[in-house]
């Protein structure tokens, strides 16, 4: 007969990983109502400056003369694999041997170094991004490369997608009903790195909220999953118990009666 006590040390075991999984669930709450905020706060500034990017500037239509320099934000930690495999499998399918990435975060820095991607940062925090670093660290690729941004999205609860966002930066020419002070080569330059900044920002901010929609999920999942087994294990030892108490009572009839 199955021992009842590893039955009730298993069950220990699982509620105490539970509780780990509650905690870490509100954890990524937490982070990601912070980050969500922070992204809707900032959505009108991004969507002006994408605007009027375009309105008051000429660019040529994008193309493949020119290698890719990635932008990509990684976690600093894991438990949320379907967004990490995601955004590798994104940014590989696309990537060519003269293409580089930034990659912000610590989670498959390494893997990505290994699978032959040029990285051209150091490995940092996605916790502490500092947005002016990037833009000056991109800033020297605008005129050699085109910069594109990998940025998660949503499609519902359950499927994460990610698309490229290509930052236009060849000017083709200005506006003729556009005065531009004091040049138009001065106020092209200065446009083109506020939408970049925008764009980093943007990319880092819907990032950072599919990340931690992706962990709480998780963190969701598994808590349901030793609730699950919880109930499993306990139907399992009352069961387990009955028969004993069953298999007593008759032994004792049977000394009875004998």
């Known amino acids: 007969m199955p021992n009842t006590q590893a039955i009730k040390k298993r069950i220990r075991s699982i509620k105490s990983t539970q509780k780990i999984t509650k905690a870490m669930k509100l954890v990524s709450l937490s982070k990601l109502q912070r980050y969500r905020d922070r992204k809707g706060h900032f959505e009108a500034y991004y969507d002006a400056v994408s605007h009027a990017t375009i309105q008051f500037i000429d660019f040529e239509v994008a193309t493949d003369d020119k290698p890719k320099l990635y932008f990509v934000v990684m976690p600093d930690l894991g438990l949320c694999s379907a967004y990490i495999q995601g955004n590798m499998r994104k940014l590989l399918s696309v990537y060519k041997p003269e293409d580089s990435a930034v990659v912000i975060g610590t989670q498959s820095y390494e893997s990505l170094k290994n699978k032959s991607v040029t990285i051209v940062n150091p490995m940092q925090s996605s916790e502490h991004f500092e ?63 506020q939408a970049l900044m925008a764009l980093l920002r943007h990319t880092y901010l819907t990032s950072k909220v599919s990340e931690h929609t992706t962990r709480r999920i998780a963190m969701e999942k598994a808590t349901d999953s030793a609730e699950d087994m919880i109930e499993d294990l306990g139907r399992k030892y009352n069961r387990i118990r009955q028969e004993a108490i069953t298999q007593e009572i008759s032994e004792i009839v049977s000394g009875m009666e004998g």
């Open 131 to 193: 947005l002016l670093d990037a833009v000056k660290l991109l800033k020297p690729y605008l005129a050699t490369h085109q910069i594109v941004t990998i940025v998660p999205d949503y499609a519902n609860a359950l499927n994460l997608e990610f698309e490229l966002h290509t930052l236009p930066t060849v000017v083709s020419g200005a506006r003729d009903q556009v005065i531009y002070e004091p040049n138009f080569e001065d106020v092209a330059s200065i446009m083109i790195q």
